[in-house]
Structure formats: structure tokens, C-alpha cells
């Protein structure tokens, strides 16, 4: 018990040291398709009086669509407010909804100015794309719905449905080495096991299971992530993109340092 008890002590200290130090991360990368908008310089965004962003319109909280089409979520909160800073005005932006696939190519083509898209900031990105300062920490979680479950501990030897082939999988056999694993093609397949009682937890990314839990109340996220992935915007590389890249970066670290980040990220139930 002691030894757990270091461990979870090493594990928090980690984590801490981890968010400071990528909170100074500025260059990493990406890649995607085409769109009719195109890159532009930060002289030419501000003479052109808007910004060209990629979002989601499918990842509830960080980009979708209300009742009525608009689009909202935290990362459509951040497109607004870099297009205030930077142009003057937080509807001076036009916002391009993307598949997962193209995320970074579109920012490769130069057929946007940059990406919101949940986009993980890699090492392997950082050489093709450059990536800001991270304005949300994402990470992997478990989600359930039954009520005994309230910590990790509690899933101990338990059935976790996990992604097949996902990197989740070697996490959860880290923190939870005792536990069953039951691979599952997809979120629904995930949530059939839990409702037919296959399983009792599902572990994938904070920002999905937020909106599942957003989506579906009788269920819980446990409190403990079990790793830290910063989500970063997605800016093209060049020295003619370098004052684009420094006002994204100043900004973002603006509203970090403010808690404006924080305070939105909590408006939109992210853990």
C-alpha cells in the first residue's frame, strides 16, 4: 500500500512537471486535404480582415453543432477569440469543418490559416507542420456507469473495454495490470458492453468521453488520467509564417496565464 501510494505521489509530481513543460512547447506538426480558402501570411490576414480555421463539427465539447447548425465547443471559442486578437473582431473568421483524415493536410496545402482540430502535438507532426503552445491538456480516462465505481483502485480486476489496437490499451495494463481487457471496434460497440454488462469501464480520450458522458448523464469520468496528450493549434511552417506563429503562441499563453483557457474548458465539461 505504501508503495502504491509513492507511486500515485511520483505519478502527480509527473504530471505537474509534464504540463509546465509543455506549456512552452512551440514547434511540433500535421497533415491534410483542400479547402477553397488558402494560407496567408499575418501582414495579408490582417489587410484581408479575417482568419481561414479548420474545425470539427462532429467532437462535442470541442467542436459542433447546436440545435440550430451553429457551430460551438471549446476549440470554436478559441478560433473566435485568436481572430479578435488578431484581426480585431471574433467573427472575422471562417470556419471549415474537416474529417479527421485531413486535419493536417489542410494546413500542409496552405488552404487554411491553421487548425483547431484536436490535434495531438507529436514529435514525429513537429517535422512536416508547427504546432502552438498546447491550449488543452487531453488525455486517457475511463468512463462507466455503475455507482460503486469511483476510482481507479475500484476497477482493479474488473472488465475495461479498450479500442483494438489503440495506445490506450498498454495504459490501462500499466495502472491496472490485474484487469480484464475487452477490445471493442468502436465507441457505440464500447457502450453496448457497458449496457449489457460485458463491462464495466471504457478507457479512451478525455474530450470524446466528455461529450459521451455530456451525452448519455447516468454516466461517471473517474477522476485519475492516466496519461497527458497537450492538443495544440496546427500552423504551417516558414520563416514567412513566423509572426502568424508568434501572435497564436503570445496569445494562447495570454489566455492560459488569465484562465480564460481554464474557465472555458470547465464551461464545456472538460475534466
Not at 502552438?132 to 475511463?142: A, C, F, H, K, R
Request: glycine letters at 4%.
Amino acid at each position: 500500500m505504501h508503495n502504491r501510494c509513492n507511486r500515485w505521489q511520483v505519478i502527480t509530481r509527473l504530471h505537474l512537471v509534464l504540463s509546465a513543460t509543455i506549456f512552452w512547447i512551440s514547434c511540433f506538426s500535421i497533415v491534410g486535404t483542400g479547402f477553397t480558402a488558402s494560407a496567408a501570411e499575418m501582414p495579408e490576414i490582417q489587410q484581408r480582415g479575417y482568419l481561414t480555421v479548420a474545425v470539427k463539427d462532429n467532437l462535442r465539447p470541442l467542436g459542433f453543432r447546436d440545435a440550430n447548425g451553429n457551430l460551438q465547443g471549446l476549440e470554436i471559442d478559441l478560433a473566435q477569440r485568436l481572430a479578435l486578437d488578431l484581426v480585431g473582431k471574433a467573427d472575422a473568421v471562417k470556419l471549415q469543418p474537416v474529417a479527421n483524415r485531413d486535419r493536417l493536410s489542410v494546413v500542409l496545402d496552405k488552404k487554411v490559416d491553421f487548425a483547431i482540430a484536436r490535434v495531438t502535438a507529436t514529435e514525429s507532426r513537429s517535422r512536416i507542420v508547427s504546432f502552438s503552445v498546447p491550449y488543452y491538456l487531453d488525455g486517457t480516462v475511463l468512463v462507466t456507469k455503475d455507482p460503486s465505481v469511483n476510482k481507479l483502485s475500484d476497477l482493479a480486476k474488473q472488465k475495461i473495454a479498450v479500442l483494438k489496437n489503440s495506445s490506450t490499451i498498454a495504459k490501462v495494463r500499466f495502472y491496472l495490470p490485474n484487469a480484464e481487457l475487452v477490445g471493442v471496434n468502436s465507441y457505440h460497440e464500447a457502450r453496448e458492453k457497458i449496457e449489457s454488462n460485458t463491462a464495466v469501464a471504457f478507457a479512451a480520450d478525455a474530450t470524446v468521453l466528455s461529450g459521451w458522458v455530456q451525452q448519455y448523464p447516468q454516466y461517471q469520468l473517474l477522476p485519475t488520467k492516466l496519461s497527458t496528450e497537450p492538443l495544440s493549434v496546427v500552423m504551417p511552417k516558414g520563416l514567412q509564417y513566423d509572426k502568424l506563429r508568434r501572435n497564436v503562441n503570445q496569445a494562447i499563453a495570454r489566455y492560459l496565464e488569465q484562465g480564460w483557457l481554464q474557465q472555458r474548458s470547465q464551461y464545456w465539461g472538460l475534466p
